[in-house]
C-alpha cells in the first residue's frame, strides 16, 4: 500500500495522478513561491533508487518529467530547467522538475538546501496549478 | 558536429562512449576524489535541456543513466544515489550520477556547488573507471 512520505505531503500540493497498468505516478506543486517546482512521485512502495523502478514504469515517470519540463519551460518562460531524483533527505523515490531563472533566488545554484521556502498564497497556488494541468493537457 | 564543452572536458575524464543511430553518449568521471561522480553527455549539438532531445535519445540517455546509477550502488557501496539534470552553469546537457554516502564531504547536502573540487589521482582514477567500465559491461 503506497503512502506519500509526509515531509512530501506536507510541502508541496497536488497537481494530478496519472498512469496505467505499469506505474501511477502523483505529480505535485512543492509549495514555495521562490520557484516554480515539481515533484513526480511513482506511486511504489519501498523505492528509493530510480534503477528499483522496473523498466516500464522508470520509462513512464521519465517521460512525464520530460513533460513537466516542456511545459514548465514554456508557462514561466523558465531560462532553464533543473531535473534530479536525490533523495538525501526523504528517501521516497521523488523527482524534482524546477524552472529556474537567471533572477530567481538562488541562482545559479541548485535549490535544493537554498534560503528557506516561502509558502504559496492560495491564489498563486491555484494559478500555477491551473498552468500546470493546462499544459499536461489534463493528462 | 558536436564538440565537448570545455569546462567538462576539464573536469572529467573519459569512461566510455556507446550508443546506436539514436544518439552517441559519451560517459565521463568527475575528477573529484570526494565522490564517485559520472557525467553522460549526449553527443547532440544545441541541445541543453532533456525535452529537447528526441524520443529514442532521451530513452537512450536515461537508460543509460539507470544503468549508471546501478553500477555505481554497487561498485561504491553508495547509501543514495543523486541523478540530476542541472546546467545552470554549463548549458550544454549533461547528466550527472552521483554516489553519495553519509560520511562524504557534502552529505545530506547537494554536490553542485559544495566546496572545492579536489583532483583524483592517476591510480585512484584508473581504479574508478576501471570498476565502472565493468560493471557497464563494456557496454
Known amino acids: 500500500m503506497f503512502r506519500l512520505h509526509p515531509t ?82 526523504v528517501a521516497q523515490l521523488h523527482i524534482h522538475v524546477v524552472a529556474r531563472s537567471r533572477d530567481d533566488a538562488a541562482w545559479p545554484g541548485p535549490v535544493w538546501g537554498a534560503g528557506t521556502m516561502q509558502r504559496l498564497d492560495p491564489g498563486e497556488a491555484e494559478r500555477r496549478i491551473g498552468l500546470i494541468q493546462r499544459g499536461l493537457g489534463g493528462a
Chains 1, 2 share one sequence.
Not at 506543486?29 to 523505492?47: G, H, K, Q, S, T
Open 8 to 89: 512530501l505531503e506536507k510541502d508541496s500540493l497536488p497537481v494530478l495522478e496519472t498512469g496505467g497498468p505499469d506505474v501511477r505516478l502523483a505529480v505535485r506543486l512543492i509549495d514555495d513561491a521562490r520557484f516554480p517546482w515539481l515533484l513526480i512521485v511513482p506511486m511504489v512502495e519501498n523505492v528509493t533508487e530510480l534503477h528499483e523502478l522496473d523498466a516500464q514504469a522508470y520509462a513512464a515517470a521519465m517521460d512525464m518529467a520530460r513533460r513537466c519540463g516542456a511545459v514548465l519551460k514554456d508557462a514561466f518562460a523558465a531560462d532553464k530547467i533543473n531535473t534530479a531524483a536525490i533523495g538525501n533527505m
